[in-house]
């Protein structure tokens, strides 16, 4: 078999090809996501970065599968920033959106943006296929998005930052070894628990540490019907940005007689608030109605002991590149 030279040529680590653009594309924000086939097989349902700033205000990349389109991408760019609050706040500006390509040119698209209280959000749904994603922007399991913004026009004082050079980070999806990936809380004398909520100790998963709050007797719309359960991110334990972390996972009650485990699934993503903790506290009210978790032949609640537990499946860490 002959291999032609060309095989030899080594390709640019996407890594590479996004601070070669930095210095040029000083008003973007990229964004490497690392393990891109959990995005397009379903196993993740959503893809943000972080928050990051253009010309004084606050922005996000928002990367998810297209809604009512099979096999394509959409690419959306979020404005996120505090001061934009109330009816008649307006931001109008111009904004690029693409992918950075391995080989050949690069896909992008240019529009006039315009932000206000009922449009946060704009993009494109169909951005670009899953083939021609594969085929020219993937390498290693790793693609590459950007926004580019200028022209910012807010109706509303702003302090604009000048910017020196783009920023970019590495958004990567992990998926959670099986022998890390589960935590059970056993509880005895349910019975007893008298408090408004308890909570587990805690325990690491990925980049933090996290812990289960349970309301025996329901919160909110549960409190009365429902064992309402929550799951906790709390401190960071790497060394990277401290910002949102997505977390797919499962929270389930062991059925201690026949092995029908009550389950539920959840996609949630955990911001970071070291003042208020229950900003970090994602879950359901009406978790698991009290029949049920009461019915004698159902096992979930046996002798006044009850297995809680969590099984993780992907979590996500972020590094700026």
């Known amino acids: 078999m002959v291999i032609s030279p060309i095989s030899f040529l080594q390709i ?4 590479d090809n996004i601070k070669g653009q930095l210095k040029e594309r000083k008003n973007a924000h990229f964004m490497l996501v690392d393990g891109i086939s959990k995005l397009t097989t ?3 349902k959503t893809c943000q970065s972080s928050d990051f700033h253009v010309s004084g205000l606050k922005w996000r990349l928002l990367i998810r599968p297209a809604i009512g389109v099979k096999d394509f991408l959409s690419f959306v760019l979020w404005i996120t920033d505090e001061t934009c609050i109330g009816s008649n706040w307006e931001v109008k500006f111009v904004f690029k959106i ?3 390509p391995r080989i050949g040119p690069e896909i992008c698209y240019l529009y006039a943006g315009h932000h206000n209280e009922t449009n946060l959000f704009q993009g494109l749904n169909s951005f670009i296929s899953y083939m021609d994603l594969k085929e020219r922007f ?4 790793k ?6 913004i200028t022209d910012v026009q807010p109706n509303f004082p702003v302090i604009r930052i000048h910017r020196a050079m783009g920023t970019a980070e590495r958004f990567k999806l992990i998926e959670v070894p099986r022998n890390n990936s589960r935590f059970t ?6 019975s007893s628990f008298n408090g408004e909520n308890h909570s587990s100790y805690e325990f690491t998963v990925g980049p933090r540490r996290w812990k289960l709050v349970m309301y025996p007797k329901g919160s909110g719309e549960g409190q009365g019907n429902s064992l309402s359960l929550y799951l906790n991110a709390s401190e960071f ?3 990277g940005p401290k910002g949102r972390t997505l977390a797919v996972f499962k929270m389930k009650v062991l059925d201690q007689l026949h092995r029908n485990h009550y389950e539920t699934d959840h996609e949630d993503w955990f911001p970071y608030d070291p003042v208020n903790p229950m900003v970090c506290t994602l879950g359901r009210q009406k978790w698991l109605p009290l029949e049920e978790l009461h019915k004698a032949s159902r096992g979930l609640l046996v002798n006044d002991q009850i297995y809680i537990g969590v099984e993780f499946l992907f979590v996500s860490t972020t590094e700026y590149l």
């Open 185 to 190: 809380w056993k509880i005895t004398q349910f």
């Open 237 to 239: 334990v790497t060394n």
């Open 98 to 100: 693409g992918v950075v």
């Open 138 to 141: 993937i390498v290693n399991d």
């Open 42 to 44: 379903g196993k993740v």
């Open 12 to 15: 640019p680590k996407v890594e």
């Open 143 to 148: 693609a590459a998005f950007y926004a580019e």
